[in-house]
């Protein structure tokens, strides 16, 4: 019998404190294995999701309210590299990843060539990325970059129908410095108060910061450089380690998270801007923000979500979305 399965046999019988203690070795033991930073490139999937993230920063940096002239070089290059490392190790079959970070590159490349940049060294290697995929850069369709929108139009969709409240959510980066109204806050919270929870526990909890303590939060956040300063008011969920029992040690985390996306698209319904950003850091980094912010060691951090009046035009990543086929399997 393999070790897993005696440890599983026995687990019932050991005081809880052990049984958690194996319930982290377990997880552990998949962290090293399968986390993203664990021997990368090896893993086809591994490398998908860290090429995503590296292109998500280039799009997001083209959504910037004032990017430095020129930015993003260095990031652009090694994506570049590593996308001719991907086609070695994994083929160039012009699928939908591929073309997503073949179309980012060029919308950045033409994002500069409108600031007056010249980067010949970035625009040869795509060329050459290109001809690796067989594809010509006018050949590119798939949304990429960024995209300006009217607030009126985002607040108009928001307050439509559930469909198009989705369709037009975006990670606003653009606020005005007045605090949003309370009732605004209020609403939304009212109404990501219907999220489901496992047994009605309801065990999620909001902490709100405005102005300099906002920023303050932000700053040690630290994903939100550039516009950390300009966002009026933060909201922290949290969840409560209290209101699960031994057997559902991760549940604090799932069911946070149900209720930050309802809060995220409550808010943009009731004509808020709002950005969530990342909670997902070592606990040494954690528990001194909760210390300093007065969050309760009994709570985790699932997300920050920045949040204020949006001013009048604002840039948005396109972030084009995997097709469901990439994401969804039947089993029949
Ligand atoms: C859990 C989580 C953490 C995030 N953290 C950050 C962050 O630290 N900084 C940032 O600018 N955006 C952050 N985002 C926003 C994502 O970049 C954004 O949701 C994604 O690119 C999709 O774009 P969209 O929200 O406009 O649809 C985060 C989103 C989520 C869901």
Known sequence: MKLPDILSRVKNHLPLSL??????????????RYNASVRTDRDR??????????????????????????FGQAKVQSLTTRMG??????????????????????AYIDYQHRDGVDIPDIESAFS??????????????TPAGIEVLRRTDLQQAAAADFQTLLLSRHSIRYFRPELPPRELLERALELAAR??????????????????????LLRMQGGCKGFCDDIPCCIVVTADMKGFLGHEPF????????????????????????????????????????????????????VIIGTGLMTDNVKVAISTRKPI?????YHS
């Open 19 to 32: 049984q958690f203690l194996l319930e982290v070795l377990s997880y552990w033991r998949r962290l090293c």
């Open 45 to 70: 999937q591994k490398m998908q999701y860290t090429l995503l993230r590296e292109n998500h920063i280039i799009e997001k940096g083209m959504s910037m309210p004032n990017p430095r002239r020129g």
């Open 85 to 106: 490392r991907y086609c070695e190790l994994y083929g160039s079959e012009p699928d939908t990843f591929l073309l997503y970070i073949l179309a980012t590159i060029r």
């Open 128 to 141: 050459q990325l290109c001809a690796k995929v067989g594809i010509s850069p006018g050949q590119l369709s």
């Open 195 to 216: 999220t489901p929870s496992a047994c009605n526990r309801q065990a999620w909890h909001t902490h709100i910061y405005f102005d300099e303590e906002a920023h303050e």
């Open 251 to 302: 549940q604090c985390f799932i069911d946070g998270g149900l209720y930050a996306q309802n809060l995220i698209n409550a808010l943009h319904f009731v004509g808020l801007g709002d950005i969530p950003l990342s909670c997902g850091f070592f606990s040494d980094q954690l528990l001194p923000m909760q210390r300093r912010f007065q969050i309760p060691e009994n709570e985790v951090m699932v």
């Open 325 to 329: 086929a990439a994401t969804n399997i």
